[in-house]
């Protein structure tokens, strides 16, 4: 399956479909993040640990010239964060060319992830992250509430995960403004300073556990998440609102888009939030 | 010692209990008027913020209120169906039943947050709801002081 992917990788390399391939490689005993343009470099891509890359993907991404793409060596979330940032307008549409790989059983556990698998691919099992005791203890529990405190209480303010997360892409963020949450205080505002970040993501959220995995502190986030998730699924029917309509006021703008004007329509963008 | 030791206000027999109410200005906020001219008995537990539309109303602003220690937070607006303003109350309506999931995902009472759409356009009704608001919030707990910012 692996040389498979690197046949893929190769492909695409040579017929010039793609400036670049963003994967994980293996460089002096360590993995990190690394564009491969080079055929023979590839013989050092891993597809281990599960780093969630669409983030990267879409800084690269957005400094590219039009009609250039990018290729991605991705999961499912990284798949679904793509569907999200394009609906949003923040990448253009085929300007992330991606590879998907399915999950594993066990890293499907690890990430408390119902679709672990890759659009159009052999589904692979998933698991109901409501019925995992460690996230009943905390969304179920009737002490739960002191549960939250203690690990709020924990909370540096490092902005670590609303950086990784691959949604979070507003040039505006409330989390940083006086009005909601109040500056130069750590540990920030319990009530506003998590609870508005997971307002925001509740329709948004793919469930890649960027913001989990990057936390210093290591706080349950992708549990809250996921509760919300849960939420929004039964309130509606749908995992995501995607395209009915936008639930969460983040950082709108006068003609009513949501983000920063990336792609140079023309539309005005940028600034504080214009009403 | 577990707690420290908290002010009178936090205890709940003397508790005082504070409130906020967005209210839209078609509807909710007549029903405030009207209960104010006919001189109906109310609750000093709130104040009234006036709003053009519930929908303007975003989750963080009631977060925000909670994070500052109130007791409860009341959004009002129109009856579905009959907002003003492009039937914005639907969404905003969604938006504010997630938030009072959220709420009680992390252990906080939903009824906290209390929803009115058209039912407060009368001023009995809207003397009725604050006081029922007020009864509910006396039998809840203060909100912890440590998840509350210092004033």
Known sequence: MHSTLQDRIRQMLAGHEVVGVLGLREHEGAVGPHVFTAEEDTARLVVEPKWPLAKTGWMIVRSLPAGKALGLVCRGCDIRAIEELVRAEQIRPGALRTIGISCSAGQAEVCLCETPFVPGEEPSVGVDPMSMPAVRRLCRDPDRLNTWREHFRRCIKCYGCRNSCPICVCPACKLEDDGYVTTGMVPPDPLAFHLIRTMHLADRCVGCGACQDSCPSGLPLLSLHLAMRRALRERTGNLNATGALSLMLTASHEDGTLWEDTLGSGKPGGGEYER | ?151
């Open chain 2, 1 to 151: 010692m577990t707690e420290p030791a908290l002010d009178i206000r936090t205890t709940n027999a003397h508790r005082e209990i504070r409130a906020v109410v967005f209210a839209c200005r078609w509807c909710a906020l007549l029903g405030a008027d009207r209960a104010g001219k006919e001189r109906i008995d109310l609750p000093a537990s709130f104040r009234i913020i006036p709003v053009e539309c519930a929908a303007g109303v975003e989750p963080d602003l009631v977060l925000r209120a909670l994070a500052d220690g109130l007791d409860g937070v009341a959004v009002m607006g129109c009856h579905l169906g009959g907002c003003r303003h492009n039937e914005a109350n639907r969404p905003a309506r969604l938006r504010l039943l997630l938030l009072q999931d959220l709420l009680e995902i992390i252990g906080l009472d939903r009824r906290r947050l209390l929803l009115s759409w058209g039912t407060a356009h009368e001023g009995y009704q809207f003397a009725g709801l604050m006081r029922e608001f007020t009864a509910i919030l006396a039998g809840l707990p203060a909100v912890d002081p440590t998840l509350v910012r210092p004033c």
